[in-house]
């Protein structure tokens, strides 16, 4: 019986090995681990796959912290946890109207002295004072900054403030509901 020719494509002994170029690597080492370049491109990537895993952790850090402060549905912030009621929205509305509706049902549902009059757009430092204390109450309850202290400081100081003020700013027909303008 004759056997059949060698097949040259699977030789029994494995080639030399070679670099990018077709050269033969050292062949006392076919791992290249001798040639002091290959070392150092070793050390190299070990060191970059070191920095890439403290990077990848430092996000997931981030990213843990996001996931507390922003809602994932809309990347708006998440009222902070002294927020006890849902704060009024501030995306795709007039600010200040919204604000003002919102804190009247929420500070002064029962007594329309304390309320914000429907026309406070028409009394200029009225509606300037307005401004600062939405501003400061996003600050202090729905913002990514909010703490505490700013909350307390809010009802302790700037909403007692401002609804002593809320009288000399206004004629009080508009507390009433009947605007009484008082520009000359």
Same mark, same amino acid.
């Given at each position: ?7 040259? $494509? ?24 001798? $040639? ?24 997931? +850090? ?7 402060? /922003? ?12 927020? #006890?009621?849902?704060?009024?929205? &501030? *995306? ?6 919204? #604000?003002? +509706?919102? @804190? ?18 028409? *009394? ?6 307005? %401004?600062? /204390?939405?501003?400061? #109450?996003?600050?202090? @309850?729905?913002? &990514?900054? %909010?703490? &505490? ?16 003020? /809320? ?7 508009? /507390? ?9």
């Amino acid at each position: 019986m004759t056997q059949p020719p060698p097949d040259d $494509d699977f030789p029994d002994e494995p080639a030399e090995p070679v670099d990018f170029f077709g050269r033969p690597t050292n062949p006392g080492d076919p791992s290249g681990q001798d $040639d002091p370049g290959v070392a150092e491109l070793r050390r190299e990537v070990a060191e970059l796959r070191d920095l890439v895993g403290e990077q990848a952790r430092a996000l997931e +850090a981030v990213d843990s912290v996001l996931g507390k402060l /922003l809602d994932p549905r809309d990347g708006t912030p998440r009222p902070a946890p002294w927020c #006890w009621h849902q704060p009024p929205p &501030t *995306h795709s509305v007039d600010i200040l109207p919204t #604000w003002v +509706a919102w @804190f009247n049902t929420r500070y002064a549902p029962p007594d329309h002295t304390r309320r914000i009059p429907y026309c406070w757009e028409q *009394h200029g430092g009225l509606a300037a004072e307005i %401004a600062t /204390l939405a501003h400061s #109450w996003q600050r202090a @309850f729905n913002d &990514t900054k %909010a703490n &505490t202290d700013a909350a307390q400081m809010w009802h302790d100081r700037w909403l007692p403030g401002f609804q002593q003020r /809320l009288r000399t700013w206004i004629p009080a027909d508009c /507390l009433d509901g009947t605007h009484k303008d008082t520009r000359h």
